[in-house]
C-alpha cells in the first residue's frame, strides 16, 4: 500500500460523516415522523436552491475531471476524497433547504437540524411573516430561529406549533 497520510485519514473520516449525515436526513420519517404540513417556499430558499444546484454541477465535474486524469503514481484517495467530500457538502446543502420549515409528528425541521417539541421553549410571531422559535439544544443552551412563513400559511402553523407546543402565544 502506497503512503497514507493523516490527511487522508481525516478525509476518510469526514467523508463518513458526511454519508451519515445524508443518511440521516433522508430519512429523517424515521426519527421525526411523517410529514404534518411544509411551508411554502420564499424567494431566498428559491436563490439558495440555484445556488446550491450550480455549486453541485461545477463539484461533479470537477470530481469527473479529477476521476479521468488519475495517473497510477498519485494516491486515488488523496484525489478523489476531496472532490466528492465537496459535492457531498453541495448535496447535503440542497437536501437541507428542500428539507427546511416542516411539521412533523415528532418536531419540525429547520436548516441545520431539527427541533423535537419537547425542546421548544416558546414561539411568537415578530412581523406578519416571521415566526421566532427557541428552544434547547443539546447543551442546554437556548437557540433562535426564525422562520419566513407566507401569509396563506401563517393560521395552520399557529394552530399545529399551539396543539403540539402546548404553548399558547
Known sequence: MKNIGILDVISVIILAILLYTVFRRTNRKKYLGKLIFKSSRNFSS????FYWSLLSCFSILFFIDKYSNIDQSNHIISSLISPFIFTLTCFLSLLE???DKEIR?????????????KDIISYKW???KKLQITFKT???????????????????????LSRYTNIEI
Open 46 to 49: 428559491i436563490v439558495s436552491i
Open 126 to 128: 415578530v412581523s406578519h
Open 138 to 160: 443539546f447543551v442546554f443552551k437556548k437557540l433562535t430561529k426564525e422562520w419566513t412563513v407566507e401569509s396563506e400559511d401563517k393560521e395552520k402553523v399557529d394552530i399545529l
Open 105 to 117: 409528528e415528532k418536531g419540525i425541521t429547520i436548516v441545520g437540524g431539527y427541533i423535537y417539541w
Open 97 to 99: 433547504i428542500k428539507y
